[in-house]
């Protein structure tokens, strides 16, 4: 039996850029996802204004939220583990 994929179809972390130096992402769209809590294990989130969300031609390629709100997660380490990577 298939597992469901919810995220199957939807735009890939990748294609959200990561602003250092203003703490916020950037979506496909050229808005803004900004910082708005960390958790219990280091991540930090970012979300986007679903009001600009519900009217953006990629929201159907960007969550599948019922509130139009997009929600990146990036653990605190996320940089170090990055430059590592490079």
């Known amino acids: 039996h298939r597992r469901f994929h919810p995220t199957r179809g939807l735009f890939e972390k990748w294609k959200f850029k990561y602003d250092s130096e203003h703490d916020h992402y950037i979506c496909p769209n050229g808005e803004k996802l900004l910082y708005t ?15 600009k969300c519900t009217s953006c031609p990629f929201l159907e390629r960007c969550t599948r939220s019922k509130n139009h709100q997009k929600v990146i997660s990036r653990h605190i380490w996320e940089e170090y583990k990055e430059k590592i990577r490079q």
């Open 37 to 51: 809590t960390t958790d219990r294990k280091g991540y930090r989130f970012y979300k986007s204004d679903p009001k």
